[in-house]
């Protein structure tokens, strides 16, 4: 359980419920590293990294660890969110004092109530890649305790 959460700790993901009774380690969503964010690991390989540099994406880790015939197993679940958002401002929209917070040094552009309600998560499925780089993370802090 150690090894796994300072796998993810290291990876830059934030630990949102720990379970050490259950085997249980799940991390809060954590948006998708970009190309420029080079001390970051969490898109792994190249159709990952494309997809997170053009679409807000959002992955999180569920981390299972139990105990099969006295050997222990360690199951990781890697699920991929992208964000969608409503197209366009429709005409009845455009009254730009609803999209604008102004104060006197700072102006905001941002959604109205009605399209916040559009906006959400869309599940992309898991993410293979990022499951065996994390295992193969665990795996040598794990060899590294033994040591």
Same mark, same amino acid.
């Given at each position: 359980?150690? *090894?796994? @959460?300072?796998a993810? @700790? &290291?990876?830059?993901?934030? !630990?949102?419920?720990?379970? *050490?009774?259950?085997?249980?380690?799940?991390?809060?969503?954590?948006?998708?590293?970009?190309? /420029? %964010? /080079?001390?970051?690991?969490? =898109? $792994?390989? +190249?159709?990952?990294?494309? %997809? #997170?540099?053009?679409q +807000?994406?959002?992955r !999180?880790?569920?981390?299972? $660890?139990?105990?099969?015939?006295?050997?222990i197993? !360690?199951?990781?679940k890697?699920?991929?969110?992208?964000?969608?958002?409503?197209?366009? !401002? =429709?005409? %009845? @929209?455009q &009254?730009?004092? =609803?999209? $604008?917070? +102004?104060?006197? =040094? $700072?102006?905001?552009?941002?959604?109205?109530?009605?399209?916040? *309600?559009?906006?959400?998560?869309?599940?992309?499925?898991?993410?293979?890649?990022? @499951?065996t %780089?994390?295992?193969?993370?665990?795996?040598?802090?794990? #060899? +590294?305790?033994?040591?």
């Amino acid at each position: 359980m150690t *090894a796994s @959460e300072n796998a993810l @700790e &290291d990876m830059h993901f934030t !630990i949102e419920k720990f379970d *050490a009774e259950a085997g249980l380690i799940k991390t809060a969503p954590m948006q998708g590293a970009q190309s /420029f %964010e /080079f001390w970051r690991s969490d =898109s $792994v390989g +190249s159709f990952n990294q494309a %997809e #997170a540099d053009l679409q +807000s994406i959002r992955r !999180i880790i569920e981390i299972n $660890v139990t105990e099969q015939d006295g050997k222990i197993c !360690i199951n990781c679940k890697a699920t991929t969110q992208r964000l969608s958002m409503p197209q366009g !401002i =429709s005409a %009845e @929209e455009q &009254d730009y004092g =609803s999209l $604008v917070k +102004s104060r006197r =040094s $700072v102006q905001q552009l941002g959604p109205t109530s009605k399209q916040k *309600a559009n906006i959400c998560w869309i599940n992309l499925g898991r993410d293979n890649q990022l @499951e065996t %780089e994390i295992i193969k993370r665990i795996e040598k802090k794990i #060899a +590294s305790i033994k040591k």
